[in-house]
């Protein structure tokens, strides 16, 4: 038998910064075996790669628990291998995820299935979330248990909400058995009916139908009232409105099991971005206002907003070119959130890095019950090196992602990813 | 086309009025008016868009505008091409922007579309580089018909400069409602919707508007009044109770025109529904200028073809 190479690597010098850890130092980091075998100052090693951090930051690897790779089915737009590929270069060394797919993910052959192509990918670590009712159709409960025996992370039916409110119920409390999440895409549609924008004056301007903050609301209230009866963990997706940041600020108050995402592009971009019918502004839920930013953001600030994840959306350009109403929604960006998060965090004094890392790293690995987002001596070796200043321009034709339907274009992104190290490996390396 | 000779019209595409000034609106006016006298001729053609193709591209039913269309373009000489074709599902079969560029291919020079989509003509402005004139998208804007709008109430009243307007009706889905409002206030006029709560759009306090539920209270202030037609293919959902309730409500009947001035101009975009938002009386009656609206609109959209033509070749000549 082949004894099996460990690769070890040395990180000089950089900043660690480990928030579940509570470190925050300029130290030395010995990856051996797969593993962080050493923290320390003047760490020395024979015939190990070297990487030289001074000057930047060293993290656990980001966690995004909310991304599209369309596979199975819908592999022109993304796969699990060009996903993860994408990822890794966005510094994220584990993904979930959603089971919206072609077939969809909600029974446990399927979750295997991605997982095994993740491992074939060979770069990020790909988890899935099951679906919560067979065929996504919220009619009755899929196979959670035998979802969850393979691996899966928790359930949802994302893409649409889970409208039915006794159908909510039931799905919380069989959830409750297998102690994992319920994560919900909050829309009521009886409110949201075929609306594409946020519902108000710009989109009476722009002759689009519009989506209420209500239907988005409705459901995320009522559901709290199902945690409350249940004690299900329940994790809101995607929360775009200051209503919703409110209802969740509340729920945890009262000290319910309640979590919650927020994303970059409802993080940085309002209504006004749609004002030319540009569909890659078209993402559901929809941009809301100035004042939906103030608060999510304040959320951040709080401690309400438990994880930054991107919602990565690929989709075929000839899709993105229809009509705003027929366009599909969503947009990409794992490969350029970290910079994104930054301008909307940290640049804004919202937060820093340390708070801003814990929710790309352990608060997102508490959701899903996995042990990572931790850099102590003994852990698994999943590793981001960023240059916190370097400057570059965000140009979608350069992705690894398939798809190109990103927003930020053009734009001048602060922040970036030198190495991303997965189980000890490096399995990204900035070009140059 | 006397007025304003200094004036230099820029623009390729029509798309809508909320970005027009007061200048580019009454410029626009100003040359219909000139067009106008071509309807008296004995010999109704000009030469003056010979040799250039026009497209008309309507995914949606369209009786008036298309053929006020078809009819300015051959007055003008042009050669006139019909497309048309009801598409709901476009992902099916091939997509807008690729049947523009197709139809470009063949030289056409000025596209005029209609689409159910609002900003479709705006992503076919971005794509191709023929000129491209909004014939009504969505619930968008429908700028040609609030310019026929305000040009027959200018010839009516001479100016719209403290006229008081009312638009009645479902102005949550109407284009109409929404390039009026634009043309209208940016001309001078105090216009206030008048409708059901349920059919007025969202963010209405930020348009420069007045809002009134009651008709039979603001009927007595009003100079003008537009009956829109209640458009039941884009409603859903029962915003109002029954047909007879709005009437009741919002119907422009004899016996509300009573409360009226004896002057008020009667407008309507067409087609009517003849009882429902408007009495026969009232709509063949003496107040009424529903068909000299369809006769400026000719005129009308000879000077939008006109003068975006003319801002596609002098931009052509600028490069």
Redesign the interface.
């Known amino acids: 038998m082949v004894k099996q190479i460990s690769k070890k690597t040395l990180i000089k010098n950089g900043r660690l910064i480990d928030p579940k850890n509570k470190i925050d130092q300029v130290t030395d980091l010995l990856v051996d075996d797969f593993k962080v075998a050493k923290i320390g100052s003047h760490l020395t090693d024979s015939a190990v790669h070297i990487i030289d951090a001074a000057g930047k930051i060293v993290a656990p690897g980001l966690i995004d628990i909310h991304v599209h790779f369309r596979e199975p089915g819908d592999d022109e737009e993304e796969t699990i291998a060009s996903g993860s590929a994408a990822a890794v270069a966005g510094g994220y060394t584990s993904v979930v995820c959603m089971p919206n797919t072609h077939p969809p993910v909600d029974e446990a052959t399927a979750v295997e299935y991605v997982h095994r192509m993740g491992r074939q990918a060979r770069k990020t670590f790909v988890y899935v979330m099951g679906a919560i009712t067979k065929d996504r159709a919220g009619q009755e409960l899929a196979e959670m248990g035998l979802m969850a025996e393979a691996g899966a992370v928790g359930f949802t039916d994302d893409g649409c909400g889970l409208q039915d409110a006794a159908m909510m119920l039931l799905a919380m409390k069989y959830a409750s058995m297998f102690d994992l999440v319920i994560s919900q895409h909050c829309e009521d549609h009886s409110l949201a009916k075929n609306g594409v924008m946020n519902a108000g004056y710009k989109a009476t301007v722009l002759g689009l139908p519009g989506v209420d903050p209500l239907a988005e609301e409705m459901m995320l209230w009522r559901d709290i009232q199902l945690v409350r009866k249940t004690k299900a963990r329940y994790h809101a997706q995607h929360i775009s409105t200051a209503g919703s940041v409110k209802i969740i600020r509340e729920a945890k108050q009262q000290g319910l099991p309640v979590t919650c995402e927020a994303t970059p592009h409802h993080l940085l971009l309002t209504e006004e971005a749609v004002a030319d019918y540009d569909t890659n502004f078209k993402v559901n839920p929809p941009l809301r206002t100035q004042k939906d930013v103030e608060s999510l953001r304040h959320a951040v600030a709080d401690g309400v907003i438990d994880a930054l994840a991107t919602d990565h959306a690929p989709h075929l350009q000839s899709e993105k070119e229809l009509e705003f109403l027929s366009a599909p929604c969503g947009m990409v960006g794992i490969e350029c959130a970290l910079p994104l998060y930054r301008k909307a965090l940290i640049d804004t004094g919202v937060c820093d890095w340390s708070a801003m890392l814990a929710m790309l790293t352990w608060r997102p690995a508490e959701i899903i019950k996995v042990q990572k987002g931790s850099l102590a001596v003994g852990d698994r070796a999943d590793i981001v090196v960023i240059d916190p200043d370097a400057q570059w321009s965000i140009d979608a034709s350069q992705f690894y992602s398939k798809s190109r339907n990103c927003p930020y274009q053009g734009w001048q992104a602060k922040g970036k990813v030198l190495y991303t190290l997965v189980a000890g490996e490096v399995r990204f390396e900035a070009k140059g | 086309m006397r007025k304003n000779r200094k004036f230099q019209w820029s623009r390729k595409h029509l798309i809508g009025l909320?970005d027009l000034s007061r200048k580019e609106i009454e410029f626009i006016l100003d040359t219909a008016q000139g067009f106008e006298k071509f309807s008296r001729r004995s010999i109704k053609k000009a030469p003056t868009l010979r040799g250039k193709v026009v497209v008309n591209m309507f995914f949606e039913d369209s009786t008036r505008t298309r053929n006020s269309f078809t009819l300015a373009a051959s007055r003008l000489s042009a050669d006139v091409i019909e497309f048309s074709k009801k598409a709901s599902a476009?992902?099916k079969g091939e997509?807008?922007?690729d049947t523009a560029r197709n139809l470009e291919a063949m030289g056409v020079d000025i596209v005029v579309i209609r689409?159910?989509?609002?900003?479709?003509p705006?992503?076919l402005s971005r794509?191709i580089n023929a000129c491209v004139v909004n014939a009504g998208?969505?619930?968008?804007?429908h700028p040609t018909q609030a310019l026929l709008d305000v040009y027959t109430i200018r010839r009516q009243r001479g100016s719209l400069d403290g006229l008081k307007i009312g638009i009645v009706g479902d102005i949550?889905h109407s284009?109409v409602a929404?390039s009026d409002i634009y043309a209208m206030t940016k001309l001078g006029a105090k216009v206030t919707l008048i409708g059901p709560p349920t059919l007025l759009?969202?963010?209405?306090?930020?348009?420069p508007v007045r809002v009134s539920y009651n008709l039979d209270e603001v009927i007595e202030d009003l100079d003008v009044i537009n009956m829109l037609r209640i458009q039941f293919e884009r409603m859903?959902?029962n915003p109002f109770p029954s047909v007879r309730e709005y009437s009741h409500y919002f119907g422009l009947t004899a016996d509300r025109m009573k409360r009226a001035k004896p002057d008020i101009t009667v407008m309507h975009p067409g087609p009517i529904n003849r009882g429902l938002e408007i009495e026969s009386e009232v709509a063949d009656g003496p107040n009424s200028v529903i068909l000299k609206q369809v006769a400026n609109g000719l005129a009308v959209r000879m000077a939008v073809l006109f003068l975006v033509n003319q801002a596609a070749t002098q931009q052509g000549k600028d490069k």
């Open positions: 909320s476009v992902s997509t807008l922007i689409h159910g989509a609002g900003g479709a705006k992503l794509s998208d969505g619930f968008h804007e949550a284009r929404r759009p969202g963010g209405v306090e930020n348009l859903g959902g």
